[in-house]
């Protein structure tokens, strides 16, 4: 297969976007990354788009061949073609994308992702996201993903003597990274004690421990790195795209708190790279819950397992440190629509790599993780990112 | 990229399948393609699934992993996923599988569609599925997927002398071939006078010219053609696999009377492989509606435009006939579960070109051509298959 870099990125605003439509944020992140590839419709091979659950929120499925449409691309007739898997709608996307031209099958892809949640209420919310768990065994019975969640960090808080505070500090440390971020739907920072005095949503998760409903977008354009220098100074080369999956229902599971999937992808990216965690200087990792964020510290082999709590208590992941965690400001403080999470990760990620971040630029990155997750880790997708130059 | 080759193929009866979860008949189609190709999950890389709108009618999305862990493979961590558009699910989710073979991600993969869609009420499944059209300039306006194929049916017939009875000879044919299918929806003949009487669904199309809604899986293992006859004798060649989009909205199209998209994948895949039309004894296309099997002989080149009517008229499509047209009885009688349409086509086209398919084979067949629509045709996918010995 060949090798596949990253030519161009583009991201809306995240946030509850009440005046625009899907299909022109769809459009915006599209031709922001198409406009900095330096690439014309004539040049692109396919479409891909990562998407939960536009069906539910917008009555809208088929929706890869509406963007194309709106993108003035319907004319060449390429392939558009939308994946889905929940939370990871995005990163399977980008997977997608990457086999597309690393197959031969295509030279230049646009891949996006999308999702508009907030026009409607909050609890059709709740239920429409928590369509990525199992309906018949979990679901069903009321069990919400922050339920699920909760469900995690209480066994993980009795298994390793994880505290209370430290999921606190994982909301409070992503904050203070969107608080640097122009695109994040939240630039407050908060304390531990605002963390511990929200509103509880399940025990022992609350308000701030769980990342809001966004609406937004994202894209990235991908070629062939052998062409990559006609159209960049700074290509970004995939050196690792990987997806693994788990069961779908929490108590299937080997362990809970141990996110198989995560595990199996990180061991296969890094397996075919031959880097290993201490190579990488910044990280996008999915903190939908501070559980998950801490979660994936141990499972993508940062610290090891039950050392996630002593991590975030003791250790500093801000800018300059050994490890750059979540600059974008993640999921709970970037946003989290849902769709879009795994490509704008990856945004952030080429803005790093490329040393454009400011403020929140890690220091001297060369290389990359980004880390993106379905469900309660029923799909995991890692992809592990290089500067090329 | 590599040749890859289809190892085994398996279907379930398709229906109203009240008695069946969509698990149950994911997995059970499945199983079957594996027994068939005799593969152990030890053997499989990756599993895709192709489906339209189980977030919709099941309250289920993030549906991959669902099928996997059903499977008893999650505990392989494969990557499973989804791929959806519209009625086109199951070709799409194809493409991708071949591409993941082709580009030699991996060895041998599972690739299934499945829709659950009669545990809904009547208005509430065509509501569903009328997603697959623009929401924004049709749907709202209340043009459901069968309102949009009457536009096109009666521009035909305005532009090219097509006669109501052409149509309804493409559902008599349809049923026709049904009636040989033990897994069709429906197996009794009709006539054209019994879909000229029907109930009017759509001026000019009444209640025979559409197709049922399903519930249904089937599923194909693929694998790198040069390891296929390790498990089978008789592999069949993925020999093209095209995929081209078109505008959702019917308003936007250049002509109303050509899916331009159905056109361009043709164009494409016949010119992969340097076959033309009268090459192939033996197709599966899209007649969810009358007027689509009709478009789809002049699209793909069959006939020229405007022939479809006379074609239907004084051809014959039955086996013996120089084309054998949707021996599993079409989208019309075999049935219509949308994420599984698109596999279903080449599960029969399979064992057509392995010469099994009885009272319904098309004698001598060693080329045949799947075709598969989404939405009024903003996403068509055309494979072109081929006996391997």
């Given at each position: 297969m060949r090798e596949v870099a990253i030519l161009g990125v583009g991201q809306t605003k995240f946030g509850e976007l009440w005046d625009r439509s899907f299909r022109e944020i769809g459009i915006e992140a599209g031709f922001s990354a198409l406009t900095e590839a330096k690439l014309g419709s004539h040049d692109l091979g396919a479409l891909y788009l990562g998407n939960m659950a536009?069906?539910?929120?917008?009555?809208?499925?088929?929706?890869?061949?509406?963007?194309?449409?709106?993108?003035?691309?319907?004319?060449?007739?390429?392939?558009?073609?939308?994946?889905?898997?929940?939370?990871?709608?995005?990163?399977?996307?980008?997977?997608?994308?990457?086999?597309?031209?690393?197959?031969?099958?295509?030279?230049?892809?646009?891949?996006?992702?999308?999702?508009?949640?907030?026009?409607?209420?909050d609890d059709l919310q709740l239920a429409i996201t928590s369509a990525a768990a199992d309906q018949e065994w979990e679901t069903v019975f009321g069990a919400t993903l922050?339920?699920?969640?909760?469900?995690?960090?209480?066994?993980?808080?009795?298994?390793?003597?994880?505290?209370?505070?430290?999921?606190?500090?994982?909301?409070?440390?992503?904050?203070?990274?969107?608080?640097?971020?122009?695109?994040?739907?939240?630039?407050?920072?908060?304390?531990?004690?605002?963390?511990?005095?929200?509103?509880?949503?399940?025990?022992?998760?609350g308000l701030l421990d769980c990342a809001p409903a966004t609406d937004g977008a994202a894209a990235l354009v991908l070629g062939p790195l052998e062409?990559?220098?006609?159209?960049?100074?700074?290509?970004?080369?995939?050196?690792?795209?990987?997806?693994?999956?788990?069961t779908l229902a929490l108590q299937h599971r080997r362990d809970l708190t141990t996110l198989d999937a995560s595990v199996a992808a990180a061991r296969a990216a890094f397996g075919r790279t031959?880097?290993?965690?201490?190579?990488?200087?910044?990280?996008?990792?999915?903190?939908?819950?501070?559980?998950?964020?801490?979660?994936?510290?141990?499972?993508?082999?940062?610290?090891?397992?039950?050392?996630?709590?002593?991590?975030l208590r003791e250790g500093d992941f801000g800018p300059g440190a050994k490890l750059t965690l979540n600059p974008s400001g993640g999921l709970k403080a970037q946003g989290c629509p849902f769709g879009a999470v795994g490509i704008a990760q990856v945004v952030e990620l080429v803005r790093q790599l490329r040393g454009e971040s400011k403020d929140r630029q890690a220091p001297g990155a060369t290389r990359?993780?980004?880390?993106?997750?379905?469900?309660t880790g029923a799909t995991a997708v890692v992809h592990l990112l290089e500067r090329a130059n």
């Open positions: 536009s069906g539910a929120f917008l009555d809208q499925e088929h929706i890869a061949p509406l963007i194309l449409d709106y993108a003035g691309l319907s004319r060449h007739h390429l392939p558009a073609i939308r994946v889905e898997a929940g939370g990871a709608s995005g990163g399977v996307a980008l997977h997608q994308a990457y086999l597309a031209v690393a197959s031969g099958a295509h030279d230049f892809v646009v891949v996006g992702g999308a999702e508009k949640m907030t026009d409607v209420p922050p339920a699920l969640w909760a469900l995690v960090a209480r066994r993980h808080m009795h298994d390793h003597g994880t505290r209370r505070e430290d999921l606190a500090r994982m909301s409070v440390h992503s904050h203070e990274m969107g608080s640097k971020n122009p695109l994040a739907h939240y630039r407050n920072r908060i304390t531990v004690d605002q963390v511990l005095g929200a509103p509880e949503v399940a025990d022992p998760l062409k990559a220098r006609r159209y960049t100074d700074t290509p970004i080369r995939i050196a690792a795209s990987e997806v693994a999956c788990d031959g880097w290993t965690p201490s190579d990488l200087r910044v990280a996008e990792v999915n903190d939908a819950y501070s559980i998950s964020g801490l979660l994936a510290l141990e499972d993508l082999g940062f610290v090891e397992k039950g050392a996630g709590g002593p991590a990359a993780l980004a880390h993106n997750l379905g469900g």
